[in-house]
């Protein structure tokens, strides 16, 4: 069971957002050993597995300049498992039990320019025109006035709690925007107001390039710090396409707090860049796509030994995902994921070194309920 929870603001002055994510996992598994490979002692084991996952992020962006904003971005992962294992044969039973606890936290505090917006309802305002213009051949809505129509479409959550009867109050202001004589027949009035079930998904417009100061907590770690440099852009080619790409650098420092270990000090780089892809097939149908390359570099120094070590990762991903939008926030998705990896393990001194890659394909599928989704 993996519920969560999803919110957006957005005005001029700030943007910020937050997720909730649990995860809870129950899992049970019993197996035999075959007797031909141990002899005469049937090896039969029993696993049980209890994980508890929290994750929590937030960030908000506060705009000092009409494109200049002050970040604060803020993750926080918390991790429960209790592990049961049961080795039972004719002669003893032995029992293994583990409860492991783990937890990080993320700050980063920085500064930015740039400004994407959540155009969700002015994209929505234009499928809307689209259709009233076909009901209307002559009557032309001008841009002006489908901003304004947009900013109705935003605030339709706010009729819902102010007003008993919200479709009333809601058209009567839209079409005060447009011409408050329009006359509409029961078969124009459902063509109009079914524009808002249409699925459009979540629609973003612009750019902007972030710099940050990243302070880690970790369970195991102490002194962690860091830095972040991000670029974003989105741009909607058409009412059903939308392109993004984006690209982070980051560095990070970490030391063990046990000085018992041998490993004394980490330091690693990371470098992402992604594209993503989505497209409205039908007004029920969305396909999106996403083709990603991670770079992944770790320098460990050793307290006690005469080198230091280095562990590089090379990660290239390709995922398609499609979703059919079925009834009031039910939906069924499929996913499929290619990726491909190469990695490989150094040392200062010559040692041997070892070098791996792999491959793999993923398919996933199943159903999302969507319990609540407004806009304010």
Do not use: C
Not at 175 to 181: E, K, L, M, R
Not at 183 to 197: A, G, H, I, N, R
């Amino acid at each position: 069971m993996k519920p969560s929870l999803l919110g957006y603001y957005e005005s001029e002055k700030y943007i910020q957002n937050y997720q909730v994510n649990l995860s809870l996992d129950n899992h049970y598994k019993m197996y035999q050993n075959n007797p031909k490979l141990i002899g005469n002692a049937m090896l039969k084991n029993r696993e049980m597995k209890y994980d508890i996952t929290l994750d929590l992020k937030g960030s908000r962006k506060q705009y000092l300049l009409p494109k200049g904003f002050l970040l604060i971005d803020g993750t926080y992962n918390h991790t429960y498992q209790d592990h049961k294992t049961e080795e039972k044969t004719a002669e003893n039973e032995t029992d293994y039990k583990g409860i492991a606890r783990d937890y990080q936290a993320d700050i980063k505090l920085g500064v930015g320019f740039g400004r994407i917006r959540n155009i969700s309802p002015l994209i929505r305002a234009l499928r809307w025109r689209e259709r009233f213009e076909a009901l209307r051949d002559s009557f032309v809505i001008t841009d002006d006035k489908i901003q304004l129509i947009g900013q109705e479409f935003s605030k339709i959550s706010g009729y819902e709690v102010i007003y008993d009867r919200k479709d009333k109050y809601f058209w009567n202001n839209l079409f005060n925007h447009i011409d408050p004589n329009q006359s509409l027949t029961p078969f124009e009035t459902f063509y109009l107001t079914d524009v808002l079930y249409e699925n459009i998904d979540e629609r973003f417009e612009g750019w902007e390039v972030s710099a940050a100061y990243n302070l880690q907590f970790r369970k195991e770690y102490k002194d962690n710090w860091g830095g972040v440099l991000k670029l974003n852009w989105y741009k909607n080619l058409s009412l059903e396409d939308q392109i993004n790409f984006g690209s982070t650098i980051s560095f990070q420092k970490m030391n063990l707090k046990n000085e018992i270990s041998s490993f004394y000090e980490n330091t690693e780089y990371i470098y992402t860049t992604f594209s993503n892809y989505l497209w409205l097939l039908t007004d029920r149908i969305t396909w999106h796509s996403q083709l990603s390359h991670k770079y992944h570099y770790v320098r460990n120094r050793y307290q006690n030994l005469a080198y230091d070590g280095s562990d590089k990762f090379t990660g290239h991903y390709l995922n398609s995902k499609f979703i059919y939008y079925i009834e009031n926030g039910m939906n069924f998705f499929i996913n499929v994921e290619y990726n491909f990896a190469d990695s490989s393990q150094r040392y200062s001194n010559r040692m041997p070194y070892m070098e791996d890659n792999s491959h793999g394909l993923q398919l996933n599928f199943g159903f999302h309920y969507i319990f609540n989704q407004k806009s304010f």
